[in-house]
């Protein structure tokens, strides 16, 4: 039944070389106690992994551990989760395909990858849902046990795809992972059922033979996952070894692949998903800003990962108050912002457009608030596990009346922390709700981060008001809560317990300067104005633009999480001749002062956009730039080849 | 705040106020005003309200600085802008979860929620309940005039069935709320009513409720002189007002009418029933227990009144039950997650985590 894979290099290989075992100082970094079966190795400068199976078989934990295994022997790495929303979907059905895709090189790489290099497909639903996404020549492993006549009906194959020539095109290693796995366990007391969930277990070990990873950090992780249960560890860890052994010995597997330590810039580095990131972004801000973080959230995916971490960290001053509902979150947090924390909200896209009127009230209020809206795809409740960029404009626009709030877009997953920290810089100084907007795809997905030094940290240190501000003619002193500071046009943050300062404001409009309510035409005209003046006011960095040759006629604009795809598209299509000038956004409201300028430089600008167009609507809007958008909705990242493909066309026609 | 008081839910802890700095000043109700221009209807029962508030806060003796009215939206949420404290006039419905979010954080404050039938019952109705069940240290005043005053009267949630309004011109359909039910419905510690006409009662509840352990509710039935004018009428005329009210003593057989001649006993189903205590005995009489953990009893006394006629009302303290209150529970959590790391939280540790390698 199992065919043999030829010892060739597969097509889909780029820049594979040819070595021998043992001879690199990256082989020992795997298993030096082992007894190598001699087997070709050929060093490969990059690969693309994807783990899928049914929602149960445990996907995500396997890319998890072969994820940070490659990260901890010095990969450069990226990954893209894709999942469905519910826990457990029905079994060996097509939408209940759980998938991990990693990428990872000896350079430096900015995507998760456009097309696996190998599929493990745990049953025929992940064979036949990823199928479409595999080149040829592709390693394709699957576990032959799932393969049964029921199964393939239920994926929809009319017959065997191992057997019917369907995999042609693909080197296909056909493994019994199942029964292999509860062979391998058989000397444990448990029932079949509890051993063959370990066959995950099987195929990473597998994987990690074949790759050539370091299995100590997967042993470790095991042994304190599995602390409280002895039998479960040790069939773990066994069903590990075996996939191990298995590669060691079978024919099956002729060549073993390596993929040298990438050349990263010098430092000390870990690995980390956007939800991390972001949440350690908070801490640190609660630390440099000198305020007790509280987070009031309501679960909600993709940003619940955020309320779980900063639950872990009470001992940074952080409180989490996990809320009756959204608008209750966002409420609770503009309270404690009232009362001098730094408040914050965590939240996806259905959660923003509750939480809008008490955002509106912040505006009103002119307090500082941290609103981080892990995008989704929508509307309504949309796809709740995929990504999209779909609530720039919601984030811009979606509040009554007139009001203004900035918006900041991290670009990878390990940028959510200063992105994070740029929030709460803007929000403290300015005295101003901010909007983060993350999404799906930097949320979940990871990435090596060269961490910061603690004390290069911006210092952001708050100084609340404590003495009255105005003179009044009779030289009476007295507290005006909307009195301005020149600069930045931000109102005194005087918090309760300060004595003398006591002041009341609400939602009602304000006389200028001293705050009380006021129906004043002139003077709601000119507050409107103070409103924005200060929004559009706020210093951010300007726009960097990478054009390398100085030739570029076409500049491709991004913001948020495309900055990866959009980088490595370019990558391309300079490495084909082309010249090609990319600028990314990190900040959407106020644009960069320099923007306009950049855009102008350039005879074309293209928006590559994971919605409709909505950035460039504003550019347009904002600038009478024409600009050109791509635009995809697909709950999943673009891919680089195609939008290489799309910024070649635009070169073409300019 | 001590460890032991998260583990000791029940103990009596500490007070609401304990953490609330005092001044040694003598205040006045003079302080607690405002120079804004009271801008209610001419007649309309918040004054009465306003004023019962700034006379008994002055008793407390807390530093002015040190007391926050956070309100919705409705005519009595006005109310923070008369009071010389800090405040906040919020949006409608949400003044539970915005002194949430500020007593949670500040347990040096004292937090007050204003809030009307329609704020709290309708549309922030999910906010209340929750800081209820919680908990929260929150004086709650819930000004019940049964009526929408500021959007110029439509019927509310706590108006009778048949109600004709704006809105309703044929009458009213829905079932109205009781907040005294609702609230101990939610297993809320403090549930209090109070009448705002009755300037003595009103600040004899105020005063039993502003030093309990976490959420204090007292529904004040208020008098809408524009929109529902005489709502209350049964329990302040003085021709039947004896009749109709039930006044709540903690350890008092429940008596009440001209000459206390009827009172409250438990029937045969295990209900509470109104009789005549002649006939029925008075050692058949329900001595009431604010302080019973079991918040059935005072549920069934808050269902003896008769939402259309207001017959058999009780007023006065429901229920005063010691609970920790979740402000005291959330900052011990944190100063237990502090005490334990010793005082060294440490970001480079934090962020760098477990798993790091070295690029030279
Ligand atoms: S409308 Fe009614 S409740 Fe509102 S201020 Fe006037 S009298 Fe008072």
Redesign the pocket.
């Known amino acids: 039944m199992q065919r043999r894979v030829a010892p060739l290099l597969p097509p889909a290989y780029e820049g594979a070389v040819v070595g021998r075992p043992g001879n690199d100082p990256a082989s020992d970094r795997s298993r030096s106690a082992r007894q190598h079966v001699s087997k070709q190795v050929v060093q490969l400068d990059r690969v693309i992994i994807r783990f899928a199976g049914d929602s149960g078989d445990g996907m995500q934990l396997t890319g998890d551990r072969f994820t940070s295994s490659t990260a901890m022997f010095g990969n450069d790495l990226s990954t893209l989760p894709d999942f469905p929303a519910e826990i457990r979907a029905p079994a060996g059905t097509l939408p209940g395909v759980s998938a991990f895709q990693l990428h990872f090189a000896d350079h430096d790489i900015m995507t998760p990858g456009d097309a696996p290099n190998v599929l493990v497909a745990m049953n025929p639903a992940a064979l036949k849902v990823n199928l479409t996404d595999l080149p040829r020549g592709a390693d394709v492993i699957v576990n032959t046990d799932e393969f049964t006549p029921r199964a393939l009906t239920k994926a929809g194959f009319a017959s065997n795809p191992i057997e019917d020539g369907t995999l042609e095109s693909y080197a296909v290693h056909a493994i019994p992972l199942t029964s292999m796995t509860v062979e391998a366990l058989k000397v444990f007391d448990m029932g079949k059922k509890d051993a063959e969930r370990a066959k995950n277990m099987f195929a990473l070990g597998l994987l990690s033979w074949l790759y050539h990873r370091p299995t100590d950090g997967t042993i470790s992780y095991l042994r304190t996952k599995f602390a409280k249960s002895p039998t479960i560890l040790a069939a773990n860890l066994a069903a590990f070894e075996a996939g191990w052994s298995f590669g060691e010995t079978t024919e099956d597997f002729a060549v073993q692949y390596e993929v040298k330590p990438a050349h990263l810039p010098q430092g000390k580095y870990r690995n980390i998903s956007g939800n991390l990131a972001l949440s350690y972004g908070l801490v640190a801000a609660g630390q440099l800003t000198g305020l007790p973080v509280f987070l009031g959230s309501y679960p909600i995916t993709p940003a619940s990962d955020i309320l779980h971490e900063l639950s872990k960290h009470k001992k940074f001053g952080v409180t989490t108050f996990q809320a009756e509902d959204e608008i209750a979150g966002v409420g609770a947090a503009l309270g404690a912002a009232y009362g001098g924390a730094l408040g914050v909200t965590t939240t996806s896209g259905p959660g923003l457009a509750l939480k809008s009127e008490t955002i509106g009230l912040a505006v009103a209020l002119e307090l500082p608030l941290v609103v981080i809206d892990v995008q989704r795809g929508g509307p309504s409740t949309g796809l709740p596990t995929k990504t999209e960029q779909s609530d720039l404009l919601q984030a811009m626009f979606g509040r009554n009346g007139e009001a203004p709030v900035p918006i900041v877009a991290p670009r990878s997953p390990s940028d959510c922390f200063h992105a994070a920290l740029e929030a709460a810089r803007i929000a403290t100084t300015y005295r101003t709700p901010v909007l983060l907007l993350s999404d799906g795809y930097l949320a979940n997905g990871s990435e090596p981060w060269r961490l910061p030094e603690v004390a290069e940290l911006p210092d952001l240190t708050v100084a609340f008001a404590t003495e009255a501000n105005q003179t009044m003619p009779d030289g009476s002193q007295q507290f005006w809560p909307y009195l301005r500071d020149p600069q930045t046009l931000a109102r005194p943050w005087a918090v309760p317990g300060t004595p003398g300062l006591e002041h009341r404001i609400g939602g009602l409009e304000k006389a200028d300067g001293t705050g009380e309510i006021s129906y004043d035409p002139t003077n709601h005209d000119h507050m409107v104005r103070l409103r924005q003046a200060k929004i559009t006011g706020i210093t951010v960095p300007d726009l960097e633009v990478e054009d390398p040759d100085a030739a570029a006629r076409v500049l491709v604009l991004g913001w948020g999480s495309t900055y990866g795809p959009i980088g490595a598209a370019c990558r391309r299509v300079r490495a084909d001749g082309g010249s090609i000038a990319q600028a990314h956004l990190r900040h959407l409201n106020p644009f960069p002062a320099n923007t306009e300028a950049v855009l102008r430089s350039y005879e074309r600008v293209l928006i590559p956009e994971m919605n409709l167009g909505q950035l460039a609507l504003l550019v347009r809007g904002r600038y009478l730039i024409d600009a050109v958008g791509y635009n995809q909705v697909r709950g999943l990242p673009f891919k680089a080849e195609e939008l290489a493909g799309v910024i070649k066309d635009v070169i073409s026609n300019v | 705040m001590s460890e032991a008081l998260s583990h000791s839910p029940g103990l009596p802890g500490l007070p609401a106020l304990s953490l609330v700095p005092k001044t040694d000043a003598k205040q006045s109700a003079k302080e607690f005003k405002t120079d804004q221009e009271v801008r209610?209807?001419p007649?309309?029962?918040?004054y009465a309200i306003l004023a019962a508030v700034q006379s008994f806060l002055p008793e407390l003796g807390l530093r002015r600085e040190n007391i926050v009215f956070v309100s919705g939206i409705g005519?009595?949420s006005r109310f923070p802008y008369y009071m010389n404290t800090y405040g906040v006039h919020s949006i409608h419905g949400r003044a539970p979860a915005i002194a949430t979010g500020l007593s949670v954080s500040r347990p040096d404050l004292s937090v007050w929620v204003v809030t009307g039938d329609g704020d709290s019952l309708s549309i922030g109705g999910n906010h209340l309940i929750h800081a209820l069940r919680r908990n929260v240290n929150l004086k709650i005043l819930l000004f019940n005039?049964r009526?929408y005053?500021?959007t110029?009267g439509q019927y509310s949630p706590t108006s009778e069935v048949g109600k004709i309004t704006k809105s309703t011109p044929m009458g009213s359909l829905d079932n109205p709320f009781n907040p005294v039910s609702l609230a101990l419905g939610a297993e809320a510690t403090f549930v209090a009513r109070t009448i705002d006409s009755d300037r003595k009662h009103l600040t004899e509840t105020l005063r039993a409720a502003v030093n309990h352990r976490g959420t204090s509710l007292i529904e004040i039935y208020?008098?809408?002189?524009?929109?529902?004018d005489g709502a209350f009428d049964p329990l302040k005329e003085s021709a039947t007002r004896d009749d109709v009210t039930i006044r709540l003593v903690h350890g008092q057989p429940i008596r009440f009418g001209v000459d206390g001649s009827r009172g409250v006993v438990r029937a045969d189903d295990g209900s509470l029933q109104v009789v005549d205590v002649a006939q029925a005995g008075e050692d058949r009489l329900v001595v009431h227990d604010a302080h019973a953990e079991d918040p059935s009893v005072a549920f069934a006394l808050s269902r003896l009144s008769d939402p259309m006629t207001l017959a058999n009302t009780p007023i006065g303290v429901f229920r005063d039950v010691d609970r920790p209150s979740y402000d005291e529970l959330a900052v011990a959590q944190v100063a237990r997650a502090k005490e334990a790391a010793g005082g060294t939280a440490d970001l480079a540790a934090l962020i760098a985590g477990g798993d790091t390698w070295q690029v030279d």
Not at chain 2, 43 to 46: A, K, M, R, S, T
Not at chain 2, 222 to 228: K, P, S
């Open positions: 209610w209807c007649g309309c029962g918040d005519c009595s005039n009526i005053g500021l110029k208020q008098n809408c002189n524009i929109f529902n």
